[in-house]
C-alpha cells in the first residue's frame, strides 16, 4: 500500500497495536518493578585477554517492552566499558546509545524516547570495586505516560 506507516521492515501496524494493547493490558493487571538481570552467564560469557562482555536486560512490560545492555569491559588500570543500551519492542531495536566509560569519563546521564517509551538513566562505574550500576525511570506510553524506576546497582564489578 502506498504511504502506509511500517514501523519495523515485516511487521504489520495493526498487528503491532494489538498485540501493544494485549500486553499492555496483562502489565497493567499485576504491574512489576522492572529489574536488571544478566542474560550471559559468567560462565557463557565471552571471555578475552584482560576483556570479557555481559549482557543484562529489564522487562519494562513483559512480552513487549524491555531494555537491553551490553557491556564491554577492559580491566587494569586503564580500564573502559564500552555500554550498548537497546530499547526493544517485541525484540526489535528502537533506539540505541553507544557509550563508553572510563576512569577519565566514570559515568553518563542518557535521556532517550520513542513513541512508545523513554527514559532518564544514570549509568556509572562506582565504588571501590568499580561496579556498574543504573539507575533512573523508565516510562512507556499507554494514554498517558507511565514511568517506574529503574534501580540496578553491582550489576558486574572490574575489582
Known amino acids: 500500500m502506498e504511504g502506509a506507516v511500517r514501523p519495523h521492515p515485516g511487521i504489520e501496524v495493526d498487528k503491532l497495536k494489538t498485540d501493544y494493547r494485549e500486553g499492555l493490558k496483562k502489565h497493567l493487571a499485576d504491574p512489576q518493578r522492572p529489574e536488571f538481570k544478566q542474560t550471559s552467564p559468567a560462565g557463557q560469557a565471552q571471555e578475552a585477554g584482560d576483556g ?11 512480552g ?17 566499558v564500552r555500554l550498548l543500551v537497546t530499547a526493544t519492542v517485541f525484540d526489535k531495536n528502537v533506539g540505541q546509545s553507544d557509550l563508553r566509560l572510563s576512569r577519565y569519563a566514570s559515568w553518563v546521564e542518557i535521556h532517550p524516547g520513542g513513541l512508545v517509551a523513554k527514559a532518564d538513566l ?14 533512573g525511570q523508565v516510562c512507556y506510553w499507554a494514554f498517558g505516560w507511565h514511568c517506574t524506576q529503574v534501580d540496578g546497582r553491582n550489576l558486574v564489578c572490574l575489582a
Open 122 to 135: 544514570k549509568i556509572g562505574i562506582y565504588g571501590q570495586h568499580l561496579c556498574l550500576t543504573i539507575e
Open 52 to 62: 570479557y562482555t555481559r549482557t543484562f536486560e529489564a522487562d519494562i512490560i513483559p
Open 64 to 80: 513487549v517492552l524491555k531494555i537491553v545492555v551490553s557491556a564491554e569491559i577492559e580491566t587494569g588500570e586503564n580500564w573502559s
